[in-house]
């Protein structure tokens, strides 16, 4: 942030801080329809969004919001390459679902937040195995002019998402 000098110049300074972008991402504009669920007691998340997605053809949905808590969790830690993806924690143990967030489409991609009776925080890569402790309430948006895929980054070693332009509008 920029020194506050109250001379009047602060504005310049402030903007002199910031990095011109080299370029931008292309962005499709779309208007949303969101779904509302609760999962209860012992129901896993993440297959349970997987199969919501499947029987709804959500073709680019994501998670809006999650609130809840889970008994178990698997997540893959940061550090993690396409050749050595090793790095698992499988969490067993009474969780706040603090954040959940990610793509449902095209196979998935969630990142989940998790605060134990300490308050401490960990969170990773959602593999699977989110059991719901008390309640998961959920929203789901899916975008009406886009359709989710994901491709090889041979940049990355992973299938990354690819977000292109819907035909005709669902
Ligand atoms: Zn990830």
Do not use: W
Not at 92 to 102: A, N
Not at 118 to 127: E, R, W, Y
Request: aromatic letters at 4%; charged letters at 25%.
């Amino acid at each position: 942030m920029s020194e506050r000098t109250h001379d009047g110049e602060s504005h310049t300074k402030c903007a002199n801080l910031v990095a011109e972008p080299l370029n931008t991402p292309p962005a499709i504009a779309s208007p949303m329809v969101c779904y509302a669920l609760r999962l209860g007691p012992g129901e896993e998340i993440f297959s349970t969004l997987m199969k919501f997605v499947d029987e709804n053809q959500l073709d680019s949905a994501f998670i809006v919001t999650c609130v809840g808590s889970v008994t178990r969790a698997k997540i893959r830690l940061a550090h993690a390459t396409a050749e050595e993806t090793n790095k698992i924690l499988e969490l067993d143990d009474k969780f706040e679902i603090v954040s959940l967030v990610g793509t449902l489409s095209a196979g998935g991609h969630l990142h989940i937040s998790l605060s134990d009776r300490k308050g401490a925080v960990i969170g990773g890569h959602v593999l699977g195995d989110l059991k719901v402790f008390t309640t998961a309430e959920i929203v789901i948006g899916q975008l009406s002019s886009t359709v989710f895929t994901r491709e090889m980054d041979t940049r990355t070693g992973f299938g990354e998402l690819v977000i292109k332009q819907r035909k005709r509008e669902k």
